[in-house]
């Protein structure tokens, strides 16, 4: 069965430190990779996708991921966090035929002010 | 993406108890699923539901344990019966939508405390 880990349980940051969030998965196959947001007391949401195609993808807030394959990695990063940000982020994986939709532990982000 | 709604936000129940908990979704979805999100931990998926046929359970479920309705592309239903402490956790649904890229959509969730 295919696994996903995180590198940080909790990161813990200044308000315009840079950020890297750790994602790698076992699956060996072409699989579609996400990161979700879940910000204090509401539900998930999704903060970005990769399918295919450019393996540096941007999402919502200034977030972007790059998909390594030959590493089975898909890192969060962001140049700039800002106190808003604190939440926790999970990484997940699906196979490409649709199933087996996985999520990674989560990693706590604090944003000191 | 679709608007979701989940009924209880909360509660809390005695154990033996069942509790059946609602998601609603704003437009007609053909895959639905149930998580269970445990304090502390990542989510776990309990089971996908589609419309017009058995719900698919993952392992370490079983439909004795939390059985699911889904009567219609925009309803379907957990309960989680004869509950234990050890149920308590935070219980969501998500939809994915046909053609959409199989990213899902997350309600926001129904936290069970079971005493």
Redesign the interface.
């Known amino acids: 069965a295919q696994s996903v880990s995180q590198h940080n349980h909790h990161v813990i940051l200044s308000e315009a430190a840079s950020l890297e969030l750790g994602c790698n998965y076992s699956y060996g196959g072409t699989v579609n990779l996400f990161w979700y947001v879940q910000y204090p007391g509401q539900h998930l949401q999704l903060l970005l996708k990769y399918f295919s195609g450019d393996p540096l993808v941007k999402g919502i807030k200034g977030f972007e991921a790059e998909f390594i394959k030959s590493k089975f990695s898909f890192n969060l990063r962001k140049p700039s966090v800002q106190w808003s940000d604190t939440a926790e982020y999970f990484c997940a994986v699906m196979d490409n035929y649709g199933q087996n939709f996985v999520f990674g532990p989560g990693t706590r982000l604090s944003v000191l002010p | 993406s679709a608007v979701?709604s989940q009924k209880p936000s909360r509660d809390i129940c005695q154990r033996g108890t069942s509790l059946t908990i609602q998601c609603q979704v704003d437009s007609q979805v053909t895959m639905m699923?149930w998580y269970r999100q445990q304090p502390g931990?990542?989510?776990?998926?309990i089971a996908t539901a589609n419309q017009g046929s058995e719900a698919t359970y993952e392992s370490g479920f079983v439909i004795d344990k939390f059985p699911i309705s889904r009567p219609n592309l925009t309803f379907s239903t957990l309960t989680v019966s004869n509950m234990s402490p050890e149920d308590s956790s935070i219980y969501?649904c998500?939809v994915e939508f046909e053609g959409g890229?199989?990213?899902?959509?997350?309600?926001?969730?129904t936290r069970l405390t079971v005493t």
């Open positions: 979701i699923f931990q990542s989510l776990t998926l969501l998500s890229g199989y990213e899902q959509y997350f309600g926001p969730g």
